[in-house]
C-alpha cells in the first residue's frame, strides 16, 4: 500500500474475547434440549411390486425406478418377472413410480 507507513501494524493487535456466550453447539457431546422427536421425519415405507412384459429389460426398468426420489431399495425376482421397489410414501407414490418405470 502506497503511502501507509503502519500497514503492518495489524498483527501486533491483541483481541479479547470477554464473556464469550455458550451455545448448544458448543456442547458436543450433550443432545441438544429444543430437539422435540415429535416433529423430526418419520419415512411412511411402502412396498409395491411391478410385473414386466418379456420385452422390458429389468436393469433398465430398476434404473429408472431408483433414480426417483423417495425409492430406497428395487429387487428383481427373475422366476416371476417381478421388480419389487421399496419407497416413502411421503415423498412418492406406487403410481408415480409406475408412470416413470412403464
Do not use: Q, W
Not at 19 to 42: G, I, L, N, Q, S
Amino acid at each position: 500500500m502506497a503511502g501507509n507507513k503502519h500497514h503492518n501494524n495489524r498483527d501486533k493487535k491483541v483481541v479479547a474475547v470477554v464473556d464469550k456466550k455458550k451455545t448448544h453447539f458448543d456442547r458436543v457431546d450433550k443432545h441438544t434440549a429444543h430437539f422435540d422427536k415429535r416433529h423430526a421425519y418419520h419415512p411412511e415405507m411402502r412396498i409395491c411390486t411391478f410385473k414386466l412384459s418379456r420385452h422390458d429389460s429389468p436393469t433398465k426398468m430398476m434404473a429408472r425406478a431408483e433414480r426417483i426420489n423417495g425409492v430406497k431399495d428395487t429387487k428383481y425376482n427373475p422366476r416371476t418377472r417381478e421388480i419389487t421397489v421399496l419407497y416413502d410414501a411421503n415423498k412418492t407414490t406406487a403410481r408415480h413410480i409406475k408412470h416413470v418405470v412403464a
